[in-house]
T-cell receptor
Framework: GENVEQHPSTLSVQEGDSAVIKCTYSDSASNYFPWYKQELGKRPQLIIDIRSNVGEKKDQRIAVTLNKTAKHFSLHITETQPEDSAVYFCAAKGLNYGGSQGNLIFGKGTKLSVKP | EAGVAQSPRYKIIEKRQSVAFWCNPISGHATLYWYQQILGQGPKLLIQFQNNGVVDDSQLPKDRFSAERLKGVDSTLKIQPAKLEDSAVYLC?????????????FGEGSRLTVL
């Protein structure tokens, strides 16, 4: 079945710097890759997603890139701000996990700390 | 728009006791998920409903966990008997698109501590 590896587990940056979080997946048939942000004690919320028919997607300061050949995708946050501090989860929708049509598999998360 | 509602927010029980969690999804969302999030890990799918039918329960420990979604709206997740390793946050989520292919809207979660 699908397996999603996420790195790094913790990331500390200075305000204004960029942050990059990387994920790899195992199921080459996976076709949907969302990123969720979870602030301390809060619910996970979708911040950006990408489907397998595109290589990059941007939304203001955040972007996601997808390399289907290498089976990895990355989250890029530019001009980081203290409010970006949270745990970020990548996920992949594996077609061969959990029965027909698959389901979302989450990475273990990256704790991002943005220092003022 | 009201979000996904869950209760209780916190529950502490002794091992071998039972516990039940309740979830009310966003109105109109046919797909409902229960996830288990152990501290320091990502959410792990336990069960997915499409309306009131189970679509995927391959990761649900069926000897102790059960879930139902009567009338295709509210859902309950039960654990009986609880084990120490069941200590986690139980997240309910709903979506318009099935099979995790679209945005999941999560509730605040129910934090379970098993002593």
């Amino acid at each position: 079945g699908e397996n999603v590896e996420q790195h790094p587990s913790t990331l500390s940056v200075q305000e204004g710097d960029s942050a990059v979080i990387k994920c790899t997946y195992s199921d080459s048939a996976s076709n949907y890759f969302p990123w969720y942000k979870q602030e301390l004690g809060k619910r996970p919320q979708l911040i950006i997603d990408i489907r397998s028919n595109v290589g990059e997607k941007k939304d203001q300061r955040i972007a996601v890139t997808l390399n289907k050949t290498a089976k990895h995708f990355s989250l890029h946050i530019t001009e980081t701000q203290p409010e970006d501090s949270a745990v970020y989860f990548c996920a992949a929708k594996g077609l061969n996990y959990g029965g027909s049509q698959g389901n979302l598999i989450f990475g273990k998360g990256t704790k991002l700390s943005v220092k003022p | 728009e009201a979000g996904v509602a869950q209760s209780p927010r916190y529950k502490i029980i002794e091992k071998r006791q039972s516990v039940a969690f309740w979830c009310n999804p966003i109105s109109g969302h046919a797909t409902l998920y229960w996830y288990q999030q152990i501290l320091g890990q990502g959410p792990k799918l336990l069960i997915q409903f499409q309306n009131n039918g189970v679509v995927d329960d391959s990761q649900l420990p069926k000897d102790r966990f059960s879930a139902e979604r009567l009338k295709g709206v509210d859902s309950t997740l039960k654990i009986q008997p609880a084990k120490l390793e069941d200590s986690a946050v139980y997240l309910c989520a709903s979506s318009l698109v099935p099979r995790g292919a679209g945005e999941l809207f999560f509730g605040e979660g129910s934090r379970l501590t098993v002593l």
